[in-house]
């Protein structure tokens, strides 16, 4: 299959979700994604209807000497780790993927573009090396299991809707503080097991990493992501040029513009000028206004997972609402304040 770039298959003035929610009922997730994000929809992961579906949990499963529990906590077999071990699960069959099914079914007739996503191996890494392993072996597992699950998501997703076009989301929370003191891998290290866990799939989907936390954007973008999601916070205008050069090469930025920790208002005004106030500034720095309105998805800063449905409902109005508002500005001056 020939690598597709972003602009083949991404329509501008997009909007999508991250992946965690707050519904129990399958169905009535996969509903909720198809009616916001009707045009790049994301498969859901269900944490509130079971632990097994929260972003650890749903990881460790399939790890050879790993048990997660229905709480969704890690136990460990130490004598029965192997760092060459497959993973078990490659047909997404337990509870961990009720969710990813049901979207799947809902979607099996898909001609357009559709998200899924999965844990990253620094991410995972840590989270082994905190549950007991040794964090040589936890790194070695995670980089592993997420090359293999990586790969057999795309194959399972492609199997199942087969004129799809695919994007594939690594989630890496903790790569925020890969370059911090005392971080159990070097910063070299967690680089090349993400760069890796994409590299399986390039052929496949287009890649996307998201990282929710601030972080080294120079790192990250080091990693080779299609598009990279950040959150929209001032400190981005710092890297005007960095992020210049990515859209230049035909990268694409998923903007964290609806904030999930905290109020977000009743109506797009206040999230559209936080977000037009950075885009002004980044363009002031030099950065293309084009390819930074052409070349934008808009997401809320992480999943709804620890939001009521009613929260999580206004949440993604308000995440379309920026989009709309942003598809507007083409036709005009690029992120006027006051539009």
Not at 13 to 23: E, Q
Not at 130 to 137: F, P, T, V
Not at 220 to 240: F, N, Q
């Amino acid at each position: 299959m020939t690598l597709r770039t972003p602009a083949e298959i991404l329509p501008a003035g997009l909007s999508t979700g991250i992946g965690h929610l707050p519904h129990y009922d399958p169905g009535d997730a996969v509903e909720f994604v198809l009616r916001h994000s009707p045009r790049l929809p994301s498969a859901p992961a269900l944490p509130a209807r079971s632990r097994r579906e929260g972003m650890i949990a749903q990881a460790a499963t399939g790890i050879a000497g790993v048990t997660v529990d229905v709480n969704g906590s890690l136990f460990i077999d130490h004598a029965a780790l192997d760092p060459e071990a497959p993973l078990l699960d490659t047909e997404f069959r337990g509870d961990a993927f009720v969710g990813l099914r049901a979207f799947l079914t809902a979607v099996a007739d898909r001609v357009g573009p559709l998200k899924v996503s999965t844990t990253g191996p620094v991410t995972l890494g840590l989270a082994l090396h905190s549950a007991g392993i040794e964090a040589d072996l936890a790194f070695r597992i995670a980089g592993r299991i997420v090359r293999q699950r990586s790969a057999a998501l795309m194959a399972h997703v492609l199997r199942r809707v087969p004129q799809a076009q695919l994007v594939l989301f690594l989630d890496e929370p903790a790569m925020g503080s890969l370059a911090e003191p005392g971080f159990p891998i070097a910063p070299s290290d967690g680089v090349d097991l993400v760069s890796g866990a994409l590299a399986v799939v390039e052929a496949t989907a287009v890649t996307g990493l998201h990282c929710c936390t601030t972080a080294d954007y120079r790192l990250l973008l080091s990693v080779g992501p299609r598009i990279l999601s950040v959150p929209v916070r001032r400190e981005i205008t710092a890297h005007a040029g960095l992020f210049g050069e990515f859209l230049e090469r035909g990268g694409w930025m998923a903007w964290g513009a609806v904030p999930t920790d905290g109020p977000v208002g009743t109506t797009v005004d206040r999230l559209w000028r936080r977000l037009a106030v950075l885009g002004r500034a980044l363009v002031e720095d030099g950065l293309d206004p084009q390819l930074l309105i052409s070349q934008t998805i808009i997401t809320p800063t992480c999943g709804l997972a620890q939001h009521g449905i009613t929260q999580a409902e206004l949440v993604m109005e308000l995440t379309a609402g920026v989009a709309d508002r942003l598809q507007q500005q083409a036709a005009g001056f690029p992120f006027s304040v006051g539009a």
